[in-house]
């Protein structure tokens, strides 16, 4: 008799510890934290002339022609940055700076529109 109830209790343990240990095995349901690294600004006055900088460094650019052969030449380190566009539309060249973030597929493009 004293040797059933050894058995159940050591058999009761195991399968409690079993049980115990499987729920402390779920997976974790946290979001995912965001990364906090910098991100490269590409600001752009688009007015007459194009005025551009790329992490505080001016761009020699100030026609379209310039700004698209600029785009197409560092596509891969300007494409994850954030843009940020300041000029008025259907006047100079904003409306063809748009077009050309537009076409290249940049993600990050924020319009301060002058009303001036």
Do not use: W
Not at 1 to 21: A, D, E, K, V, Y
Not at 94 to 114: A, C, G, P
């Amino acid at each position: 008799m004293m040797n059933r109830i050894t058995q159940f209790m050591i058999c009761l343990l195991f399968c409690l510890g079993t049980i115990h240990q499987a729920c402390a095995q779920k997976k974790d349901t946290a979001k995912v934290v965001k990364e906090n690294a910098l991100q490269p600004y590409f600001i752009i006055t688009a007015g007459p002339e194009i005025t551009a900088f790329f992490n505080d460094k001016p761009v020699a650019v100030s026609t379209v022609e310039d700004f698209n052969n600029y785009v197409q030449a560092n596509i891969k380190s300007l494409r994850d940055s954030r843009v940020v566009v300041t000029g008025k539309p259907k006047s100079g060249t904003f409306d063809e700076v748009i077009k050309t973030l537009k076409r290249n597929r940049f993600k990050n493009i924020s319009q301060h529109i002058l009303t001036e």
